[in-house]
């Protein structure tokens, strides 16, 4: 008998499949199942067809028959099955999604290395599928006999890989295989591959190895597939059920088993769509942060089938990143279980899907919002910060999904509020939606800008995580109210003209002195000016332009080359009316009418620009910042308190 040789491109595939070293071999049997399924489909539609009664769907069955002694698992169906033709080009020519692979754009581009080719061949094949070849990953010898429906031929397909496969046809009577009893169907006989180089191969034929399986990839195939007297899959999937007849606790407990918690999920999401990308979709939300949300290895998606096969565990482009938390599938019967064949058009459907899914998310989240602040509160405690990065992520684009859906301290409320609750209750005078950032609650509390605010009777929300900030910045406004921090300058917009008249006076009442201290302060401050909001504090640091002094602490903290190209620009406020000014007024006229410079002490600095520094100093120390000298500063104060000795 001649050996035949396999197409060109099936013959590169194969290689592929038999040299790679690739971790996920076990969708071989998922292939495998999928194609019996098929078999059995096409047999049915054949029945139904030709009326033939002697046909039941009920004794449809696939079946797996591992056997430890020969190192072989069978698979075997009662399918449709093959004629010695069919054999001949179903498996000796590659499947068309499997050419389709080779002329995809990512492995025809010719600048890149055969092996990452080869890699990337092999990522496609991972995620889709490339059915029958996927035997060739785990076994040596791959014996297929089949019988073709209305036929009495028998025929055996054998090959060992690269080099060919012989066809020869079997007697009737030669075995007293149970496969002969069957009308029509195919056997595949893997030859299990040696364990080494770490690749455990025997563990196919162990039984909970074969249900782990059949539960992860092929559970809801319509045919049972049975492994001696179990079946292995459950044949309905939860999510096709009638919804009247699927109860909370069912829910939870697939996704607790699916998934893999301990926990209930806190929302059950489930829908169906008709139309252009017909899709059933079961989600949920889960009840506590995965262990690893925040590492690397954290991969988001849904769980994507096509008509209850699993095509893919995890399909990143299901879910949108602000949504990543979200578990589940999507099931549709658009998608071919080998998606990388129309590649664009597929695309072009789960973006469809995705679109549709996001909108159901945010539904939910507003229902849970509103009928469950508790709940949403401690699911926002969780996952909030997934909803502000994506409020920020894309310059912003996804502000009209996510701005209703995120919540903020608010100092009046002294809880978690929505912005729409905050605009709600804005005073009519009230300009701007107020914010203030900082470390902690108690701590913006005590900045003397906030008390200013806060005296005014106006509500401030106040930022606590380090995104936040950032957040506020990208979205600018609220329902057209403008965002503004009460440490920022652009606060003058808010005052009075009254307040304006009155600080306007006293500024150039003080001239002289400001441009003084400002002189004396260098590089340090860009602006040195009189503020009408400090009630008790003598000075406050305050920012102008887009970098904010909390985001300069964000930034600071970031591991970059250069974090000082991200300081803010600061302003040095000074209280008029605290007493500290006009002694510093006062020491100032003095040492101008001496006319002397023998004002300046050991530091070789006059008095004023001593007591600038220090005033600066505390401004920093009161917002948070670092101050440049420490040991400077300390020895400026002992020198203040030993100076009247
Ligand atoms: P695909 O399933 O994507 O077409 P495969 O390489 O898995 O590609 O299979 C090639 C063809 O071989 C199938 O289309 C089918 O016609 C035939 N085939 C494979 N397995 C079986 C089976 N168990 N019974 C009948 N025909 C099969």
Same mark, same amino acid.
């Not at 482009?317 to 990543?324: A, E, G, K, S, W």
């Given at each position: ?417 929505? /912005? %729409?609750?905050?605009? *709600?209750?804005? =005073?009519?005078?009230?300009?701007? #939606?107020?914010?203030?950032? @900082?470390?902690? &609650? ?60 009155? /600080? %306007?006076?006293?500024? *150039?009442?003080? =001239?002289?002195?400001?441009?003084? #201290?400002?002189?004396?302060? @260098?590089?340090? &401050? ?120």
């Amino acid at each position: 008998m001649s050996k035949k040789q396999f197409k060109a491109e099936s013959k590169k595939l194969l290689d592929l499949m038999i040299n790679s070293i690739y971790t996920n071999r076990e969708i071989f049997l998922r292939e495998l199942i999928s194609n019996g399924s098929d078999a059995l489909d096409k047999l049915y539609y054949k029945s139904l067809q030709s009326g033939d009664s002697g046909i039941k769907k009920k004794d449809f069955f696939i079946e797996l028959i591992p056997d430890k002694d020969l190192r072989t698992l069978t698979i075997r169906d009662n399918g449709i099955g093959m004629t010695k033709d069919e054999l001949e080009t179903n498996l000796g020519t590659i499947a068309k999604s499997g050419s389709q692979i080779f002329k995809s754009e990512e492995i025809s581009d010719t600048s890149e290395s055969t092996d990452s080719k080869a890699k990337k061949a092999i990522d496609i094949i991972g995620q889709f599928g490339v059915g029958f070849y996927s035997s060739f990953m785990v076994s040596d010898l791959v014996t297929v006999t089949s019988k073709a429906f209305n036929s009495d031929e028998i025929y055996k397909w054998v090959s060992s890989g690269a080099d060919g496969y012989t066809v020869e046809e079997i007697p009737l009577n030669a075995s007293a295989s149970s496969f002969h009893k069957m009308k029509s169907g195919t056997e595949i006989v893997l030859h299990l591959k040696d364990d080494k180089d770490g690749e455990n191969y025997s563990t196919y034929l162990e039984d909970y190895t074969l249900r782990e399986l059949v539960r992860k990839y092929s559970d809801y195939i319509r045919y049972p597939i049975k492994l001696g007297d179990d079946t292995l899959n459950t044949m309905e999937p939860i999510w096709k059920r009638q919804k009247s007849k699927v109860k909370d606790e069912d829910y939870n407990d697939y996704y607790k088993s699916k998934f893999g918690d301990f926990m209930d999920p806190v929302r059950v999401i489930r829908t169906s769509v008709e139309g252009v990308s017909s899709f059933t979709s079961l989600m949920f939300i889960p009840g506590h942060v995965p262990f690893d949300y925040y590492s690397k290895d954290f991969e988001k998606g849904l769980t994507l089938y096509s008509s209850g096969v699993m095509i893919m565990e995890k399909c990143p482009d299901l879910l949108p990143d602000y949504f990543n938390f979200v578990q589940g599938l999507v099931d549709s019967q658009d998608l071919s279980l080998n998606i990388s064949r129309e590649t664009l058009q597929q695309n072009r459907q789960l973006k469809n899907i995705e679109k549709n899914l996001e909108k159901k998310i945010k539904r939910e989240l507003e229902d849970f919002l509103k009928n469950d602040r508790e709940g949403y509160e401690k699911f926002f405690g969780n996952f909030g910060r997934q909803l502000k990065y994506g409020l920020y992520d894309d310059f912003g684009i996804h502000k009209d999904t996510l701005q209703d859906l995120v919540l903020f301290y608010s100092s009046s409320e002294k809880k978690l509020v929505t /912005l %729409a609750e905050y605009v *709600e209750r804005m =005073k009519d005078d009230q300009k701007f #939606i107020y914010y203030a950032s @900082g470390e902690s &609650v108690d701590k913006i509390d005590l900045l003397p800008q906030t008390e200013y605010i806060k005296s005014k009777g106006y509500e401030i929300l106040y930022l606590t995580d380090e995104v936040d900030e950032f957040v506020i910045q990208m979205a600018q406004d609220y329902k057209d109210k403008q965002f503004m921090s009460v440490l920022s300058e652009d606060m003058s917009q808010d005052e009075t003209e009254e307040d304006k008249a009155k /600080l %306007a006076k006293a500024e *150039e009442e003080n =001239k002289e002195l400001l441009d003084y #201290i400002k002189e004396s302060l @260098g590089d340090k &401050v860009a602006e040195v000016k009189l503020s009408p909001r400090l009630t008790g504090s003598a000075a406050t640091i305050t920012n102008k332009g887009e970098i904010s002094l909390e985001m300069e602490k964000v930034l600071r903290s970031m591991p970059m080359a250069d974090s000082n190209q991200f300081q803010a620009e600061r302003i040095l406020e000074l209280n008029p009316d605290h007493e500290v000014l006009s002694i510093m007024k006062k020491a100032f006229y003095e040492s101008k009418a001496a006319n002397t410079d023998d004002d300046k002490e050991g530091s070789g600095l006059s008095k004023v620009s001593r007591y600038a520094n220090l005033l600066y100093n505390q401004a920093l120390l009161i917002s948070g910042l670092p101050i440049d000298n420490p040991v400077e500063f300390a020895r400026e104060i002992n020198a203040l308190i030993t100076e009247n000795k």
